[in-house]
């Protein structure tokens, strides 16, 4: 099973919210997942991020790939300890 960390949309229509995950990569984007690993709110001003750093360094030293816009947020947020590792 490959595990990929990526964002599932919640919230309602016109006002999306995220939840980051590890999730199985073959399971559908909203569909099941192993861990909730943070959130991001895109709605509020400035937008709000949460990120529990000790559960996603977990998942990638098992070996979870951040997609792309997972990635890109965990790098704005500065939560990996070390950046070659999500890489």
């Known amino acids: 099973m490959a595990v990929r960390i990526r964002l599932t949309r919640m919230g309602a229509k016109k006002k999306p919210f995220y939840r980051l ?9 909203d569909g099941r997942f192993l861990e909730i690993l943070g959130y991001y ?9 949460k990120i529990h750093e000790d559960k996603l360094q977990y998942w990638i030293e098992k070996g979870a790939k951040l997609s792309e ?19």
């Not at 995950?21 to 984007?29: K, Q």
């Not at 816009?69 to 590792?85: D, G, M, W």
């Open 21 to 29: 995950v590890a999730a199985d990569s073959e399971a559908p984007r």
């Open 41 to 49: 709110d895109p709605m509020k001003e400035p937008a709000v991020v």
């Open 69 to 87: 816009a997972a990635r890109a947020l965990v790098k704005r947020e500065n939560a990996i300890k070390s950046h070659s590792a999500a890489t």
